[in-house]
């Protein structure tokens, strides 16, 4: 019975033995574990807690793409775009980041990485001890000001395409507003929304204020 998945690499551990007492196979995801019990390597990494579905319990979303092959090439290529595609949905929807490919979130957000690779994985969780608890925190708050970044930017952009961007990022960040699982963030993590709302609340005016630029004498709008 999977009690607990651990997190982390295992490079200082040697092997994956030390967490699960087996090696690996290579069509497992790679970095994380589900264990019955903890042993004193495991208690080292990122520690969750496996609980039934409730309103305080977070999911852990890992995933991995091996390679893409190349629509004009025919070649396989890394993953990178879409790894930064998954980590944009994955930030909307106010998910922490753990590496590159693995998130934690207050929603499950597994549909977003499974458009690109069936190797997907997905538990109900709840940080197991202190220093989890904070790295959560931590990774969220990362995810916070990464889009209150992106919106300041919009903002002092809004020519040609980067008005129809920014029209985009006031509708993204109010969904993301108006969600429930953004509540949750604030309760369960203490981690203020307050940079976002301040961010749309600027990129809207920025906005408006380039709509009455844009207003001609004639009555025709740019807009």
Not at 5 to 22: K, Y
Not at 178 to 206: F, H, M, N
């Amino acid at each position: 019975m999977v009690r607990f998945v651990v997190l982390g690499r295992t490079a200082g551990l040697r092997s994956s033995r030390r967490i699960i007492g087996r090696y690996k196979s290579e069509e497992e995801l790679r970095d994380v574990f589900e264990v019955s019990r903890l042993n004193r390597h495991a208690r080292r990494l990122l520690v969750f807690r496996v609980v039934e579905p409730g309103d305080d319990a977070w999911h852990l979303v890992s995933f991995d793409i091996r390679g893409v092959v190349g629509r004009r090439s025919g070649r396989v290529r890394r993953a990178t775009k879409e790894y930064s595609v998954i980590k944009q949905g994955m930030f909307w929807s106010l998910c922490g980041r753990i590496d590159n490919s693995t998130y934690i979130c207050p929603c499950d957000t597994s549909d977003i990485p499974r458009r690109y690779t069936d190797r997907v994985e997905t538990w109900t969780v709840v940080p197991h001890d202190p220093k989890t608890l904070e790295e959560v925190r931590s990774s969220v708050e990362s995810t916070v000001m990464w889009l209150a970044l992106i919106m300041n930017r919009a903002g002092g952009r809004l020519h040609a395409r980067g008005v129809a961007r920014a029209r985009n990022l006031l509708r993204l960040s109010e969904t993301l507003l108006s969600a429930p699982w953004a509540k949750k963030v604030e309760r369960t993590l203490g981690v203020p929304l307050k940079p976002i709302r301040d961010a749309r609340e600027r990129l809207a005016e920025a906005l408006e204020r380039k709509r009455g630029r844009g207003t001609l004498s004639g009555g025709s709008r740019v807009l």
